[in-house]
């Protein structure tokens, strides 16, 4: 929360709020804009994700200012609330709880909706962004020392005027230690947004753009039906797919399964078909050797009748980058451990 005088917000962020999960990620936001960040995200909503993946991408002078740490700060401004009646006592609003003065400054339309809302996920995330991503350059500028990061924390919650005043985050005997455990709550949780590193990948082929854009999906979670070329979303129950201890929860987690996540990956350049066995057929004219595996080449297991029943994309150095099954997230593990090595079919160029 925003203070611009001694009333500090932090603590004081209304409860979390549970969330519904939302059939795809805000269109015209792709997380390919952020795919230099360090490390991917858990546990944010998926409506959060890619507004927060771009604020981090755009403050290119301040690396500290990771996804991890805004979801950290947006849990304890209001639990990633998206009622508009997330207003506290001092009339901080919003997600990421905005006063007036604040945001006169750093308000923006980014979501292209035509107004600059502090109710809007994206417009205020991307403020937060944008002013988390200054108080860090006043935060080296000042001279003061200590992790930068709780000094922009701490100005955002208090002011920076409070910081230069205790010269660095002030003490708990102050304003009831608000600010202080405001700071300290969020260093602490920022373990629990971080997600896996990041894939690096090279290359202008193909395959290689095709591997970059399914590992800016790193760490969405797997839904049984769900994604396609446009992204993540809502998947269904089937069978026995799509259940987590008897319940369907495939229908309420927007994410992908494996081969939605290589079609994503290829859209639009290659447009393969929706299944791993359509897939299958639609590249076997084109067969690759262990040997000659590329970066984005698509990798096959079947079951001992010989059909396919899933594929990933090699990802380099013996590496699979795949969606595995429900529960479980989009990750990049050893080739030979993503699946049974026996179903292991071979591979395919698309």
Not at 99 to 114: H, I, K, M
Request: proline share 6%; aromatic share 8%.
């Amino acid at each position: 929360m925003k203070v611009l005088s001694g009333a500090v917000l932090a603590l004081l962020a209304l409860p979390a709020i549970a969330l519904a999960l939302i059939a795809a990620l805000i269109t015209g936001v792709g997380a390919d804009s952020a795919a230099a960040a360090s490390t991917t995200l858990r546990g944010v909503p998926p409506e959060f994700e890619p507004w927060i993946l771009k604020a981090v991408a755009e403050c290119k002078d301040n690396p500290e200012l990771t996804p991890a740490l805004m979801a950290a700060q947006l849990q304890q401004e209001s639990g990633f609330s998206t009622s508009r009646k997330t207003v506290s006592y001092a009339s901080a609003r919003g997600p990421a709880q905005f006063v007036d003065g604040t945001w006169a400054t750093y308000r923006n339309d980014a979501d292209g909706n035509g107004r600059a809302d502090p109710f809007d996920v994206g417009d205020a995330v991307t403020a937060q962004g944008r002013y988390m991503c200054s108080l860090l350059t006043d935060a080296k500028a000042s001279g003061i020392g200590g992790d930068v990061r709780r000094l922009a924390l701490a100005g955002y919650n208090a002011g920076w005027g409070a910081v230069l005043r205790f010269h660095g985050v002030p003490p708990k005997s102050w304003s009831g230690g608000q600010t202080y455990w405001y700071v300290t709550n969020i260093m602490n949780m920022m373990k629990d947004f971080e997600g896996a590193p990041r894939l690096s990948v090279g290359g202008s082929g193909a395959g290689s753009q095709a591997l970059r854009r399914a590992a800016a999906r790193i760490g969405t979670p797997y839904a049984y039906g769900g994604g396609g070329p446009g992204g993540p979303s809502r998947g269904y129950c089937e069978g026995g797919n799509g259940f987590t201890d008897g319940r369907c929860t495939a229908s309420t987690t927007s994410g992908f399964d494996c081969s939605s996540l290589v079609q994503y990956a290829y859209w639009p350049h290659t447009q393969l078909p929706r299944t791993a066995a359509a897939q299958y057929q639609a590249t076997s004219h084109r067969p690759v050797t262990r040997g000659e595996l590329r970066p984005g080449d698509l990798l096959f297991w079947a079951h001992r009748d010989g059909s396919i029943y899933h594929v990933g994309l090699y990802a380099g150095d013996g590496r699979v980058l795949h969606a595995p099954r429900t529960g479980r997230q989009v990750e990049v593990v050893p080739l030979d451990s993503a699946m049974p090595t026996g179903d292991y079919r071979g591979a395919t160029r698309a």
